[in-house]
């Protein structure tokens, strides 16, 4: 990320996301933004991530038993990490984020 509003912004967009249980950050949290902030990881990126990780838990079969809510910003580092190696398709973060 490029800057400190971007954790603002990182840390906004987590908590104010379905199957999230946060609605302020942890103090983890606030730490794991300012990690990735540090890091240099893209904004976009990040949001792609959490975007795909809500995306892939909607996408569960509705008979299935719920899942727990998302209690921390590290349940999505796996898939950051996915899609640093493999990023998305641009078209279907539009698609996501509408």
Same mark, same amino acid.
């Given at each position: 990320? #490029?800057n400190?509003? $971007?954790? *603002?912004? &990182?840390l $906004?967009l987590?908590?104010?996301?379905?199957?999230?249980a946060?609605?302020r950050?942890?103090?983890?949290?606030?730490r794991?933004a300012? !990690? &990735?902030c540090? *890091? !240099?990881?893209? =904004?976009?990126? +990040?949001?792609?991530?959490l975007? +795909?990780?809500?995306a892939? /838990?909607?996408?569960? $079969?509705? !008979?299935?038993p719920?899942?727990? #809510? +998302? /209690? #921390?910003?590290? %349940? =999505?580092?796996?898939? +950051?990490?996915e899609?640093r190696?493999?990023?998305?398709?641009? $078209? %279907? &973060?539009?698609? &996501?984020?509408s």
């Amino acid at each position: 990320m #490029s800057n400190r509003s $971007d954790v *603002q912004r &990182l840390l $906004d967009l987590y908590c104010g996301l379905p199957h999230t249980a946060a609605r302020r950050p942890s103090g983890a949290d606030r730490r794991l933004a300012n !990690q &990735l902030c540090d *890091q !240099q990881i893209p =904004f976009e990126l +990040i949001e792609a991530a959490l975007l +795909i990780a809500i995306a892939r /838990r909607n996408r569960r $079969d509705p !008979q299935a038993p719920p899942l727990p #809510s +998302i /209690r #921390s910003l590290a %349940y =999505f580092l796996p898939i +950051i990490e996915e899609l640093r190696l493999n990023p998305p398709d641009p $078209d %279907y &973060l539009r698609y &996501l984020r509408s």
